[in-house]
């Protein structure tokens, strides 16, 4: 079993800044790419920012210059540091990971998603 566990999610005033993160446990061999995507009410699900796990990064132009996206291949975690933030940020934010199990089946898993309200 693999699970995403993400947190940091909240409420805040536009122009605050929010920190995500999302760990992924279980029976893991490897992990390549781990982003993030966000899904606002009434529209489909679109990414945010994705890392490798060389560091490479590549970011939505809605949000270069304000989110930065990291990474701890330690601990199996990916950050999205959200700053500048403006009303349309508003949606639930879904991690996703690809990586390859203990049994070596490469696959794509999501966590089951943080709440991002940035009130005007």
């Known amino acids: 079993q693999v699970q995403l566990v993400e947190s940091g999610g909240g409420l805040v005033q536009a122009g605050g800044s929010l920190r995500l993160s999302c760990a992924a446990s279980?029976?893991?061999?490897?992990?390549?790419?781990m982003g993030w995507y966000r899904q606002a009410p009434g529209k489909q699900r679109e990414l945010v920012a994705t890392?490798?796990?060389?560091?490479?990064?590549n970011y939505a132009d809605s949000v270069k210059g304000r989110f930065t996206i990291s990474r701890d291949n330690a601990k199996s975690t990916v950050y999205l540091q959200m700053n500048s933030l403006k009303p349309e940020d508003t949606a639930v934010y879904y991690c996703k990971a690809d990586l390859t199990t203990s049994w070596h089946v490469r696959s794509d898993y999501w966590g089951q998603g943080t709440q991002v309200t940035v009130s005007s």
């Open positions: 279980g029976h893991i061999f490897s992990i390549q790419t």
């Open positions: 890392i490798t796990s060389g560091g490479g990064t």
